[in-house]
């Protein structure tokens, strides 16, 4: 690998990441209750009227998997973003608290039975984008009146403190509702892709997208960001603007893959790990690496919690959870 | 190369009556000169090299690098012209000595644009020059403290810039890490005219090391000259306010200084 240009190690990163995104797009859709085969599906000589294979590949499934693909590719690169802005391996979509604002407002909506709608969308994909657009206002707030020279460390405790804060926030709320009410907010709170169209998935490609266009302008930068500041600042990278960027993109995708899919764990921490242990660390890499693995990993997470214990359908931030959780364990203990 | 003239720059904001980090410092540096910083802790050394790497803004005064005033330069090109060599530095992630040398192209690189054949034979060239060739394809956060070093200067190097600076380039070294990051940078200098500007607490290495030494004493310049002339018991007592045995030690080929005393 090392010896290759950076070049040609983009070019197979980008074909062996993108054939297992692109299968498990393909494949996933396949397996559920009811069986239908790839070849029906996309055979032309069957009328789509006609033609269950395709309607339930079309319409029931493929809506799903590629909801998983979204928030696992959005999770999965603002980890990799949050990771090199804090200078810290172990930082998560999770950690400077939009998720835990996404949560307050998706458990406000919930509980006070908001009921509207825009653009398609009801209260609560709206509200929890709103909690992550308020925490992303907070985290930007301390990250602008942060003084000159002071280090990551700081934002990085600001981003804790504002967790705990709205941690308590969220207990407060559900403290007050009724039964059923936290019923709702706990499944809410378990992640779950049970998305029943494409109208959602359409509307958080709105975020994604722009957020997309930040990601891309930064993976060369985050290289010399991750090594210092200075010696960034040093070689001519454009300190406060890529950090500023850094932090509203990877925001905005947590806050659209959260209003989305719920608070789905760990895959913002993982998948960066994992793609890092065969890239190298060069985000040039890692970035469309860690997009095209998360969306085939929680693809297949979810896959495995809709048929694992069927007909029952797990929420898939439990799957992520119980598969993540040691595979984190591992990494780090293999690293001490 | 360098002109620096009346610089000052304060870490408080404007007005707040903080003292000045630097308060009216200018400095000359000739093309293929090395030039040392000395001074006691929080004299301002590491301010003055990052307000000359165009990393901090001065408050007032003006820095011209080859007839250029460089707050008029953007920060691409001014790293083009100056590359600098932090005290310490520690990689978050297992990025190899290649990419951490790689990383010097930075600023020859478009927004899109990769690393090409070239940029990869001048980082070649960089390894060779620092003797880390057999080093590449480790992982940087593995070296030891010396390697770590050499493969940061070597960085320095693949920027291509006219002017090294660094900060207290031995601090963390033992003895013979010491004497080789010395013969490094004297190696390069006479080999390759790079210049140099380097702070350091070693003034047995300034003595062995640079032409011309400056002096900063809370922020301001007390004594700069030839080194010979400048390195004296009366500037040392001066500076750091420590009685020291200055003479000139024929075996070393230099001054030596030995300090002696807390002075009275």
């Known amino acids: 690998m090392l010896r290759r240009s950076i070049r040609a190690r983009l070019g197979w990163t980008l ?16 397996a559920g209750s009811t069986p239908i085969r790839l070849r029906a599906v996309f055979n032309p000589s069957i009328p789509y009227a006609d033609n269950i294979d395709a309607q339930i590949f079309f319409v029931a499934r493929l809506p799903r998997v590629l909801a998983a693909a979204l928030v696992g590719a959005a999770l999965a690169v603002s980890g990799v973003v949050f990771q090199a802005l804090l200078r810290n391996p172990l930082a998560s979509p999770d950690t400077l608290g939009v998720s835990a604002g996404a949560s307050l407002g998706a458990m406000i909506a919930i509980t006070f039975g908001l009921d509207f709608s825009l653009l398609g969308l009801s209260a609560v994909p709206l509200a929890t984008f709103a909690g992550a657009a308020g925490a992303l206002a907070v985290v930007y707030g301390l990250s602008v009146a942060r003084r000159r020279g002071t280090s990551a460390m700081v934002l990085l405790l600001g981003g804790v403190t504002l967790q705990v804060l709205l941690g308590a926030a969220i207990a407060c709320i559900q403290f007050l509702a009724d039964f059923t009410q936290t019923f709702r907010n706990v499944r809410w709170l378990m992640g779950s892709l049970d998305v029943a169209s494409f109208a959602p998935i359409a509307a958080s490609l709105v975020p994604m997208l722009a957020a997309a266009v930040g990601f891309a302008t930064l993976p060369h930068a985050l290289n010399l960001l991750s090594v210092g500041a200075e010696s960034a600042a040093a070689r001519g990278v454009a300190v406060e603007r890529s950090e500023r960027v850094a932090l509203v993109s990877a925001s905005i995708a947590t ?31 890692v970035m469309p690496a860690s997009a095209l693995f998360g969306a085939a990993f929680l693809i297949a997470c979810d896959l495995l919690a809709r048929t694992i214990a069927a007909p029952l359908e797990l929420p898939v931030g439990i799957v992520t959870a119980i598969i993540g959780g040691p595979i984190f364990l591992w990494l780090l203990f293999r690293r001490a | 190369m360098l002109q620096a003239r009346d610089l000052s720059f304060s870490y408080g904001r404007p007005g707040d009556g903080s003292p000045n980090a630097i308060d009216g410092v200018s400095l000359d540096v000739a093309r293929g000169a090395i030039v040392g910083l000395l001074g006691p802790n929080g004299s301002g050394k590491t301010t003055l090299l990052r307000i000359l790497a165009g990393v901090l803004p001065a408050r007032a005064g003006r820095v011209v690098i080859d007839g250029t005033p460089i707050h008029a330069l953007p920060r691409r090109a001014i790293a ?105 940078l ?71 200084v030995v300090p002696v005393a807390r002075a009275r």
Not at chain 2, 193 to 222: E, F, K, P, Y
């Open chain 2, 186 to 256: 004297r190696g390069l200098n006479a080999r390759g005219g790079t210049t140099m500007v380097l702070s350091t607490h070693d003034l047995n290495l300034a003595a062995a090391l640079c032409g011309r030494v400056v002096l900063l004493r809370d922020g301001r310049v007390i004594a700069s000259g030839a080194t010979s002339d400048t390195l004296t018991a009366d500037n040392v007592r001066g500076l750091y306010g420590v009685d020291a045995d200055v003479r000139f030690h024929p075996q070393a080929g230099h001054l030596t």
């Open chain 2, 80 to 184: 083009r012209r100056v590359a600098m060599v932090p005290q310490e530095t520690q990689s978050a992630f297992d990025f190899s000595v290649m990419d951490i040398v790689l990383m010097g192209r930075y600023p020859h690189l478009g927004p899109f644009e990769l690393e090409g054949a070239r940029d990869r034979q001048i980082a070649r060239e960089a390894l060779a020059a620092t003797g880390t060739t057999s080093l590449a394809a480790r992982a940087f956060g593995s070296l030891s403290g010396g390697e770590k070093q050499r493969v940061v200067v070597a960085a320095a190097l693949a920027q291509q810039a006219d002017l090294l600076l660094l900060d207290e380039p031995t601090a963390a070294l033992d003895l013979r890490y010491q004497f080789e990051i010395a013969d490094l």
């Open chain 1, 255 to 285: 806050g659209a893959a959260v209003s989305l899919a719920g608070p789905v764990s760990f895959i913002g921490i993982i998948v960066p790990h994992l793609v890092r242990l065969l890239v190298g660390a060069d985000h040039r890499l």
């Open chain 1, 15 to 30: 074909i062996a990441f993108g054939a297992l995104a692109g299968a498990a797009c393909v494949l996933a859709p396949l």
